[in-house]
């Protein structure tokens, strides 16, 4: 061991910057994570402060804002999912069936685009065109006569998961049909002379063979979306909130933040983000497992 | 040609069908992208009474004068700059060397540090243990932490794995070897010059994720003097009042009026201003980042 070790010593050396990395910067929080389960005070560290157990876990649960943050976080990822998830792969399918080479690639450069726009932009699109008495939505209804008075859809809880999830679509859907575009090249061109044969139109072509074929990249890309279904990012969701629609945007990740970071409740907050990516990992799996079962290959 | 002949009705019906829906969904992904442009060149209160839809109106550059006097927006681009040329330096170099020791079978107890890289993708600490970890070694204020956290990317390490084992092939190490080539002069003088496809891939990937970020500067830089542009972005964009305030617009000859349009106005110059170098980039980049969602959908 020791002598294949010495021949390729160099790989060791070209591998050692990236494990210093990922010992400190992953593996630490991981070690630092046990303070969920102490009072934790930084001047003592995390050996000489407190052990309380399972505490700030069972106080996070008996928090009324406990049901408020599952309901957001789980309504926000679930709508994301069920609108989000079937779109590009309609996309990628209407592509791939395009005659025309060049209106194909001119939709793609198109759609592709909003991918690389920042958070920070998107939602501020948002917000100039949504602003009540000044953007261009307003202006619009307005002068057609569809409404009167300010625009108050920032401000509404109630459309705050709409304007989350489709400004999301317009961003990704592009981006997220590329993947398929990729399995649906790997087709065999016979099976489409063969159905051609039997008779069938396009839309026979793209329901029964193009779709049945990238079968596997779907449900790859399933069980990797239901791994994260309570992860909603914090940024979007961050960015999007203002003091009116909280009762909507509040989610697991910011809630950590605004506990944590900006009150200072270090261990308490520290839990609240295990038991987050404790359901993750667990959803993970078990999807991953239901997929094995049905006979899909699974991701590991 | 054969196959145009022998389009049939229901075809016909398909193709007319299929090309609706993607010009559809052409004009609703590229409406708001070009909406910005033409506002952002248009006379404020145009733009502020609904006037402006299809084309500019009142052509006139009042708003990126505004924003050339902004000087936080400057400090914030000089530093998003350096963030994204060390970022990505770091990044790509860390990526690179580690892959390719990884590509090699023949590296004694690889897989046990591969899985050492894989475990963290699964479960992490999170935020609060990272962010006790980089207050305890002083790292909160040091630009240095925006471009070392999440240099070290298992997903962009696979990707050019699975490159340097598709690509590269083994023998040539063997008859480097036999030139008396080491490992590492190896990696600098045979592989990395065979490698600028994934360079590409890899530079412009971690430059737009870079460019685009904000996360880690609003939790690790208090300092106004460090902060990057998106951060700045998020102020002018997220708020009403600041913009009027920062421009000193409350003093001068115009009206209220006219003032709340510029201020809302400038903003769409803003968003074009700080998207720019991506959007220059993106014609050229479009497909090397293609390339890298090809290259990683294929099991490693």
Same mark, same amino acid.
Request: net charge positive.
């Given at each position: 061991?020791?002598?294949?070790?010495?021949?390729?010593?160099?790989?060791?050396?070209?591998?050692?910057?990236?494990?210093?990395?990922?010992?400190?910067?992953?593996?630490?929080?991981?070690?630092?994570?046990?303070?969920?389960?102490?009072?934790?005070?930084?001047?003592?560290?995390?050996?000489?402060?407190?052990?309380?157990?399972?505490?700030?876990?069972?106080?996070?649960?008996?928090?009324?804002?406990?049901?408020?943050?599952?309901?957001?976080?789980?309504?926000?990822?679930?709508?994301?999912?069920?609108?989000?998830?079937?779109?590009?792969? @309609? %996309?990628?399918?209407? *592509? /791939?069936?395009?005659? &025309?080479? !060049?209106?194909?690639? =001119?939709v793609q450069t198109v759609t592709y685009a909003p991918h690389f726009i920042?958070?920070? @932009? %998107?939602?501020?699109? *948002? /917000?100039?065109?949504? &602003?009540? !008495?000044?953007?261009? =939505?307003?202006?619009?209804?307005?002068?057609?006569?569809?409404?009167?008075?300010?625009?108050?859809?920032?401000?509404?809880?109630?459309?705050?998961?709409?304007?989350?999830?489709?400004?999301?679509?317009w961003q990704?859907?592009g981006w997220?049909?590329?993947?398929?575009?990729?399995?649906?090249?790997?087709?065999?061109?016979?099976?489409?002379?063969?159905?051609?044969?039997?008779?069938?139109?396009?839309?026979?072509?793209?329901?029964?063979?193009?779709?049945?074929?990238?079968?596997?990249?779907?449900?790859?890309?399933?069980?990797?979306?239901?791994?994260?279904?309570?992860?909603?990012?914090?940024?979007?969701?961050?960015?999007?909130?203002?003091?009116?629609?909280?009762?909507?945007?509040?989610?697991?990740?910011?809630?950590?933040?605004?506990?944590?970071?900006?009150?200072?409740?270090?261990?308490?907050?520290?839990?609240?983000?295990?038991?987050?990516?404790?359901?993750?990992?667990?959803?993970?799996?078990?999807?991953?497992?239901?997929?094995?079962?049905?006979?899909?290959?699974?991701?590991? | 040609?054969?196959?145009?002949?022998?389009?049939?009705?229901?075809?016909?019906?398909?193709?007319?069908?299929?090309?609706?829906?993607?010009?559809?969904?052409l004009?609703?992904v590229l409406?708001p992208l070009?909406?910005?442009?033409?506002?952002?060149?248009?006379?404020?209160?145009?733009?502020?009474?609904?006037?402006?839809?299809?084309?500019?109106?009142?052509?006139?550059?009042?708003?990126?004068?505004?924003?050339?006097?902004?000087?936080?927006?400057?400090?914030?681009?000089?530093?998003?700059?350096?963030?994204?040329?060390?970022?990505?330096?770091?990044?790509?170099?860390?990526?690179?060397?580690?892959?390719?020791?990884?590509?090699?079978?023949?590296?004694?107890?690889?897989?046990?540090?591969?899985?050492?890289?894989?475990?963290?993708?699964?479960?992490?600490?999170?935020?609060?243990?990272?962010?006790?970890?980089?207050?305890?070694?002083?790292?909160?204020?040091?630009?240095?932490?925006?471009?070392?956290?999440?240099?070290?990317?298992?997903?962009?390490?696979?990707?050019?794995?699975?490159?340097?084992?598709?690509?590269?092939?083994?023998?040539?190490?063997?008859?480097?070897?036999?030139?008396?080539?080491?490992?590492?002069?190896?990696?600098?003088?045979?592989?990395?010059?065979?490698?600028?496809?994934?360079?590409?891939?890899?530079?412009?990937?971690?430059?737009?994720?870079?460019?685009?970020?904000?996360?880690?500067?609003?939790?690790?830089?208090?300092?106004?003097?460090?902060?990057?542009?998106?951060?700045?972005?998020?102020?002018?964009?997220?708020?009403?009042?600041?913009?009027?305030?920062?421009?000193?617009?409350?003093?001068?000859?115009?009206?209220?009026?006219?003032?709340?349009?510029?201020?809302?106005?400038?903003?769409?110059?803003?968003?074009?201003?700080?998207s720019?170098?991506v959007l220059?980039?993106y014609p050229?980049?479009q497909?090397?980042f293609?390339?890298?969602?090809?290259?990683?959908?294929?099991?490693?």
């Amino acid at each position: 061991m020791i002598d294949r070790v010495k021949e390729n010593i160099g790989l060791y050396i070209l591998v050692l910057p990236a494990l210093l990395y990922v010992i400190l910067f992953d593996y630490m929080p991981l070690y630092g994570v046990l303070i969920a389960f102490e009072n934790f005070k930084p001047i003592k560290g995390i050996w000489g402060s407190d052990w309380i157990g399972l505490y700030h876990f069972e106080r996070f649960m008996h928090l009324d804002i406990f049901w408020v943050l599952i309901k957001n976080t789980l309504s926000l990822s679930v709508y994301s999912l069920l609108a989000g998830f079937p779109i590009p792969i @309609i %996309l990628a399918l209407a *592509l /791939n069936s395009v005659r &025309s080479e !060049r209106f194909k690639k =001119v939709v793609q450069t198109v759609t592709y685009a909003p991918h690389f726009i920042s958070t920070v @932009i %998107l939602v501020g699109m *948002l /917000n100039v065109f949504l &602003s009540p !008495r000044l953007g261009v =939505v307003s202006q619009l209804l307005n002068s057609a006569g569809m409404m009167n008075g300010p625009l108050m859809i920032l401000t509404n809880p109630d459309a705050f998961s709409h304007l989350y999830v489709w400004s999301g679509i317009w961003q990704g859907v592009g981006w997220g049909s590329i993947i398929y575009l990729a399995a649906l090249s790997g087709v065999d061109p016979s099976l489409h002379e063969a159905a051609k044969v039997d008779g069938a139109n396009k839309f026979h072509l793209a329901w029964h063979v193009d779709l049945p074929s990238i079968r596997p990249t779907i449900v790859t890309l399933l069980i990797l979306s239901c791994g994260g279904i309570l992860g909603i990012g914090f940024e979007k969701a961050f960015l999007m909130q203002n003091s009116l629609n909280l009762s909507a945007s509040e989610v697991i990740s910011t809630y950590v933040y605004k506990s944590g970071l900006l009150q200072s409740q270090y261990s308490f907050s520290a839990a609240v983000g295990l038991f987050n990516s404790a359901i993750n990992l667990t959803l993970l799996l078990t999807v991953n497992k239901l997929a094995k079962k049905f006979g899909q290959s699974g991701i590991f | 040609m054969n196959a145009e002949v022998r389009r049939s009705r229901a075809d016909v019906v398909y193709d007319t069908v299929n090309v609706a829906f993607l010009a559809l969904l052409l004009i609703i992904v590229l409406y708001p992208l070009y909406f910005v442009v033409i506002a952002s060149f248009s006379d404020p209160s145009a733009v502020g009474t609904g006037k402006v839809i299809l084309f500019p109106k009142g052509f006139n550059f009042n708003g990126y004068d505004l924003i050339f006097k902004y000087d936080q927006l400057w400090v914030g681009y000089r530093n998003t700059v350096i963030y994204t040329i060390g970022g990505t330096a770091l990044s790509v170099s860390l990526t690179l060397m580690t892959a390719y020791a990884f590509s090699r079978k023949d590296m004694a107890g690889r897989g046990f540090i591969v899985t050492l890289f894989i475990i963290p993708m699964f479960i992490h600490g999170g935020l609060i243990p990272t962010y006790l970890l980089v207050r305890e070694m002083h790292m909160i204020d040091n630009p240095l932490i925006v471009m070392i956290l999440g240099c070290v990317s298992m997903w962009n390490i696979i990707i050019t794995r699975t490159f340097f084992q598709t690509t590269i092939p083994q023998e040539l190490f063997e008859a480097a070897k036999i030139d008396g080539c080491g490992n590492i002069g190896y990696f600098t003088k045979v592989v990395l010059p065979l490698s600028k496809a994934i360079i590409a891939v890899l530079v412009v990937f971690s430059a737009v994720g870079q460019w685009n970020s904000f996360f880690n500067a609003l939790i690790y830089l208090n300092d106004r003097n460090l902060i990057p542009l998106q951060l700045v972005l998020r102020e002018i964009l997220t708020s009403q009042t600041q913009m009027m305030q920062q421009l000193e617009l409350g003093i001068g000859d115009q009206d209220m009026a006219e003032k709340t349009f510029l201020a809302e106005s400038v903003k769409y110059g803003i968003i074009i201003v700080s998207s720019l170098p991506v959007l220059c980039i993106y014609p050229f980049a479009q497909k090397y980042f293609v390339k890298g969602v090809m290259i990683g959908s294929l099991k490693g």
